[in-house]
């Protein structure tokens, strides 16, 4: 049997008569190979009581294994990590369950550099020094164990970690200490990476039925990447053969267990989408390499068009891996209307339509013309390098087209819109921020007019009357075109030394003006805090503006000025008014425009329909700003940035021939959130113009 001495090394002594126990010989570091400590340490751990104290007032020990396991993270040394426990175990001291769930996050090593909060930073030698003494560990001497050098830490293998990870949560099962989210998460990646694909659905299994484990998209993904031969394991020769039908069938599975196990009861966008958790890019790229390898049409045409609603620019990844399979479908042995591993798999709701056809029915395939440019005036590609006479033909025919969202799409977002202003959020929106930099969420009850009495009662009949009062407004309202949030507008450009308090009046009239001297058969809505109608806040020399805002004579007799209620956010109005579909009674006369530079990151954070809500914003927000001084029309010019004629998206277009086009936006110089390309915004190796990936159907 073995022991462990003061630094920390493994040592063998006798059994004794008492505990009749052989000498077994002890591999560092596995923990449960001597079933006579670790029975003793379990039946120490659960009469232990341990004590709600400030950190200097806890046992010495617990704080030396707790910062010796912190100090483990920090340099990534899992074989120190795992001594140290197993030396806490046999002296019987208290492990706090945080050290439990670093340990395991140690042993599964794909997220380093990622400490939990609390670990201490970069060590310098003084400081290592101090630390060694702490920890009672030899920093500078690798243990040996019987003769064998513990692996150094790079070079422990994936199998090995699993197994370390396997012991340590069996132990946490027999001391009761419940797995969170992020250990449940590091256990499932660990198990997939190995290719232990049982183990890791038995790991899954268990974090859906812990209370504590609140199931995210990160839990899912290592399995599904993991089927789809993302970690590639096994005897194939390649990454490809790795993947077959049944492991493919199984990634989808795991979809729908996500999309099955999380969320609410709440009908969200006509089939509970959301707040389900739901797949990002990279797991579609991963599903979509799989249907390429298994040339799985169904599966493809489900991910292409779930895709195409969700992620308007893909990472170069995934337009690699999109061209791929359009690439190989001339070439493919599997014949269209094959069987899919769709069969007897009920997916997700989708958000949209299908995209098409992915798969060319008379085999022939399909022509890729990459980097084509765009007319942005019009819409129109030019494909480049057209040597085929079939393709010439469709030269400047190939126009891209604006998309629309779904009619749910729009409710839904009306609905989020409404449950933030009436409850302070949407369900299952889990973070206490508003997010964009506003602060905490206001619930139902808390405004300005009637925190004081405490009164929550009246403070929520005070909130929901006034937003009853606003949409009846709207219900009785004429047609409109545009909705103007006039704060942003009045306080452009006002942040300078001794700037008024009100906001400037004569820009929201500039704009105004603007617009009805561009189409006077245009209504419009100007959104503003009753505030800023105040003789306390409001300069004399406005109301006249104001009253005329208010009045039926040219060229105010089409504007209508809503003045929204103190204590509620007047950007949950104008957003309501501008959610209307095409189509509604409120905007017959096409889209509804919003007038505001606000990129409205608070409710881009709110709202769980992300992906609708970014695309309403690139079809329905017009940016504005002010040129020089107009001498004869006595303002300054009004400069406005409407939406382009086109969708920036993945999306199916018809040419000249009859021919199908599938066109994938490329990134381009600028572009934000390009995560899975490594970067937040897309340097200047991207292109400065918009690009395009054209692929035609050759026919």
């Known amino acids: 049997m073995d022991m462990v001495d003061e630094h920390g090394a493994a040592k063998r002594i006798k059994s004794s008569p008492e505990n009749n126990t052989e000498e077994t010989p002890y591999e ?10 670790i029975t003793k340490y379990i039946s120490f751990y659960v009469s232990y009581k341990p004590q709600k104290a400030k950190t200097k007032n806890l046992p010495s020990e617990i704080l030396t294994a707790r910062r010796s396991i912190q100090h483990c993270c920090r340099d990534n040394d899992l074989p120190k990590g795992i001594q140290v426990l197993q030396r806490a175990i046999v002296e019987c001291v208290y492990i706090e369950p945080q050290s439990f769930y670093n340990v395991l996050n140690l042993c599964e090593g794909s997220s380093f550099g990622k400490v939990h909060v609390g670990t201490p930073k970069p060590r310098n030698e003084k400081a ?7 920890d009672g560990i030899n920093h500078n001497q690798d243990p040996n164990l019987d003769g064998n050098e513990v692996e150094p830490n790079e070079e422990i293998s994936l199998s090995r970690r699993l197994m370390y990870a396997n012991e340590i949560h069996s132990l946490m099962s027999k001391l009761h200490i419940p797995c969170t989210e992020p250990t449940y998460t590091a256990l499932i990646r660990l198990a997939s990476r190995v290719g232990d694909f049982d183990r890791a659905e038995r790991y ?35 990454k490809e053969e790795s993947v077959t039908k ?41 599903l979509i390499k799989a249907a390429t390898a298994l040339h799985d049409h169904a599966v493809m045409e489900r991910l292409l068009s ?7 620019v893909p990472g170069l990844n995934t337009t690699e891996s999109i061209l791929n399979w359009f690439s190989s479908d001339g070439n493919s042995n599997v014949g269209y209307g094959a069987s899919s591993t769709l069969e007897g798999i009920t997916l997700p709701p989708r958000d949209g339509s299908s995209i098409g056809n992915v798969c060319n029915e008379n085999g022939r395939g399909w022509k890729i013309f990459n980097g084509c440019s765009i007319d942005s005036s019009t819409g129109h590609l030019t494909l480049n390098n057209v040597e ?30 409404s449950k933030i202003v009436l409850d302070g959020q949407v369900e299952g929106h889990v973070s206490q921020y508003q997010g964009g ?20 009662d009246k403070q929520g009949s005070y909130r929901m009357n006034k937003w009853q009062q606003f949409e009846s407004f709207l219900s009785s309202h004429p047609p409109y075109n545009y909705v103007i949030d006039g704060a942003n507008v009045g306080y452009f450009q006002q942040n300078f030394n001794n700037a008024p308090k009100h906001v400037d009046y004569e820009q929201i009239d500039w704009l105004i003006r603007h617009l009805f001297e561009s189409d006077r058969n245009k209504h419009i809505i100007l959104f503003l805090h009753e505030r800023h109608f105040s003789s306390n806040l409001c300069p004399k020399w406005a109301f006249n503006l104001i009253e005329a805002w208010d009045g039926n004579e040219s060229p105010y007799d089409k504007l209508t000025v809503y003045r929204t209620p103190a204590g509620m956010n007047d950007d949950w109005y104008w957003m309501h008014a501008a959610l209307m579909p095409v ?24 709202m769980l329909a992300q992906g609708s809500f970014l695309r309403w914003k690139e079809r329905h927000q017009v940016h504005f700003d002010f040129g020089g001084y107009n001498e004869d029309r006595r303002r300054r010019e009004v400069l406005l940035q409407y939406p382009s004629l086109y969708s920036r998206r993945i999306q199916m277009i018809k040419g000249s021939n009859g021919s199908d086009a599938i066109v994938v936006p490329l990134p381009k110089r600028g572009d934000e959130g390009r995560y899975v390309d490594g970067c937040h915004v897309a340097d200047d190796s991207a292109p400065e113009e918009e690009t395009y990936a054209v692929i035609c159907k050759v026919i």
């Open 246 to 286: 049944e492991r493919l069938s199984k990634a989808l599975k795991v979809w729908v267990r996500m999309y099955n196990h999380s969320g609410s009861n709440v009908n969200l966008f006509g089939e509970g989408i959301s707040p389900k958790i739901q797949l990002s890019e990279v797991e579609y790229a991963s």
């Open 28 to 37: 560092f570091p596995l923990l449960l190979c001597n079933p006579t400590f």
């Open 128 to 134: 290592d020094k101090t630390n060694n003494a702490q």
């Open 583 to 606: 189509g509604n009674s409120r905007a017959e006369s096409g889209p509804i425009l919003a007038i505001t530079n606000d990129e409205m990151r608070d409710h881009h954070f709110q």
């Open 437 to 456: 930099g506003k602060g905490k969420k206001r619930p139902r009850g808390s405004n300005e007019t009637t925190s004081k009495n405490g009164n929550n």
């Open 306 to 312: 779930d895709l195409a609603e969700r992620v308007l």
């Open 388 to 417: 085929d006479g079939e393709f010439s033909s469709m030269i400047g025919t190939l126009k891209l087209k604006p998309v629309e969202l779904a009619d749910n799409a729009w409710s839904e977002m009306r609905r989020m819109n």
């Open 204 to 238: 899954l299994e268990d974090a859906e039925r812990t209370q504590q484990c609140k199931g995210k998209l990160r839990m899912y993904s290592a399995l599904i990447r993991g089927y789809c031969g993302d970690y590639f394991h096994g005897t194939a020769t390649n």
